[in-house]
């Protein structure tokens, strides 16, 4: 515990550290990027067996000067965003990751264009109530199996992570990360329904292009499908169903982090919220009874296991304290290296693409709490948060939904805009389908999203 005025010193040293930092101490997280894109690339078999120490390396790298120079300024920021974003961050994945791979949609399913589109339009409704993780881990295996004996199914699993992945979590704060940081920064909770129009518009356009591409793969691909009597026909079950009382505890514990206030206590100098302490208790609580009432059938039969889960909290680790400095510049504002992209935003458009194109490689939560506080100091500079964040939807409403929907849309540009797009790529890699790399993976989403998303702004944001 600290006293009130050392305290404010310390909360003083992390807001200034924003303003000194060099623009080059983001180079670790450069590197990090470069090794995610190139080694699975070049080097498959030394990524698989080292990639934990990669991120390691890219993670120390940052850490140690940054301690050497900073010393307790920087100290107090690793630990905020190790206490408040990374751990908090993990717990509800693993919530999530754990309930859902209890869940065994069983029967047979013909991944016909017909199958995937019903599919995807399932995830995508679904996804902001489950959340994109939720959505993502309840549905990626059904998809795979129903599309385990055609040729060409990587384009799939990309339009998976594109619509159920990220676009589909835009209607509520219990969808994506941002926006739950907007619920409890004082958004409404129902206001992201405005989101409805850009998110049935971009979703449909998506849609209608996958059909036709996998409807053009599906009739290359026909010959070798079961035909007939040569497949063996299941009866669709679900089993595991209980397991979806655990997912709605975990929404529950949710909404509850984020409409009581129970006090704060204090650990390394960083003011951590009592209700959601209870909230992460009660996740790894509802983690552990779903691995205690799940047979172990059913997981098996789900191709259950902690290796993507595994995968992306080392990765994430790395993630996590490399961006630091580009947050904290971006945090600092004018008064920081990266000032020409927070001035740059002053129109609906700047923010929708500002906030997208960082969102597509930094963590998209703290990149949407960054151009929201840009928004208000540029709006409504001098009122309280939850004041200015009503006047803002009340006087300039297309501000606040350009920051919300490039936050939440432009997650899909890239495998690390969103922590269900490395999931869900690591579990399609295990099930033997050959995934593209990361750049090429970015080739799919500049191709098809960048269009959408450019008409999406000509409709809603100009």
């Known amino acids: 515990m600290t006293s009130g005025i050392e305290s404010a010193h310390l909360a003083a040293a992390c807001e200034s550290l924003g303003t000194v930092l060099p623009a080059w101490s983001a180079l670790p997280f450069a590197g990090l990027l ?39 300024a920087a100290m107090q920021e690793i630990a905020h965003l190790v206490l408040l974003d990374y751990i908090p ?30 599919f995807l339009v399932i995830g995508t409704l679904i996804a902001s109530w489950i959340g994109t993780t939720g959505a993502s881990m309840l549905l990626i295996r059904p998809v795979i199996r129903s599309n385990a004996a055609r040729r060409n199914k990587a384009h799939v699993i990309v339009f998976f992570i594109f619509l159920v992945s990220n676009i589909g979590g835009a209607l509520t704060p219990l969808g994506d990360p941002p926006l739950f940081l907007g619920f409890l920064h004082g958004v409404p909770f129902f206001w992201t329904f405005n989101l409805l129009p850009v998110t049935v518009l971009v979703s449909t356009l998506a849609l209608a292009v996958f059909f036709l591409i996998d409807s053009f793969f599906f009739w290359r691909d026909r010959h070798q499908l079961p035909r007939g009597d040569q497949s063996v026909h299941v009866p669709i079950r679900l089993q595991g169903g209980h397991n979806f009382l655990y997912m709605a505890g975990v929404i529950a514990a949710v909404l509850f982090s984020g409409t009581v206030e129970l006090g704060q206590v204090t650990v390394f100098h960083v003011a951590l919220k009592i209700q959601n302490i209870l909230r992460d208790l009660a996740l790894v609580g509802i983690c552990l009874l779903s691995l205690k009432t799940t047979s172990a059938h059913i997981r098996a039969e789900n191709h259950f296991h902690w290796g993507p889960m595994k995968e992306v909290a080392i990765i994430f680790a790395g993630i996590f304290i490399t961006i630091l400095p580009a947050l904290a510049m971006l945090r600092a504002g004018p008064d920081g290296q990266l000032a020409f992209v927070t001035c740059a935003a002053t129109k609906p458009w700047h923010f929708f693409w500002i906030t997208g194109t960082l969102s597509s490689f930094l963590d998209n939560a703290p990149t949407y709490l960054v ?8 709006f409504c500079d001098g009122v309280p948060e939850k004041s200015a964040i009503l006047k ?18 432009m997650g899909a540009n890239t495998y690390i805009g969103n922590a269900p797009n490395f999931m869900v ?34 409709v809603f944001f100009t």
């Open 34 to 72: 470069l090794s995610l894109a190139f080694m699975p690339l070049f080097w498959p078999k030394f990524w698989q067996r080292n990639y934990h120490f990669v991120s390691v390396f890219w993670g120390l790298m940052l850490a140690l000067p940054l301690l050497w120079f900073y010393r307790q």
């Open 89 to 118: 961050f993990m717990i509800l994945l693993l919530a999530l990751f754990t309930v859902a791979g209890g869940i065994y949609i069983k029967g047979s399913f013909k991944g016909t264009p017909l199958t995937n589109v019903f």
């Open 371 to 378: 151009f929201l506080t840009t928004a208000l100091g540029s």
């Open 392 to 409: 803002l939807i009340a006087e300039q409403p297309a501000i606040l939904e350009a920051v919300a929907a490039g936050a939440v849309f």
């Open 425 to 458: 790529r690591s579990i399609a890699e295990e099930n033997g389908i050959k995934m593209p790399s990361f750049f090429g993976y970015m080739v799919y989403s500049i191709a098809i999203l960048g269009p959408i998303f450019l008409l999406a702004t000509l």
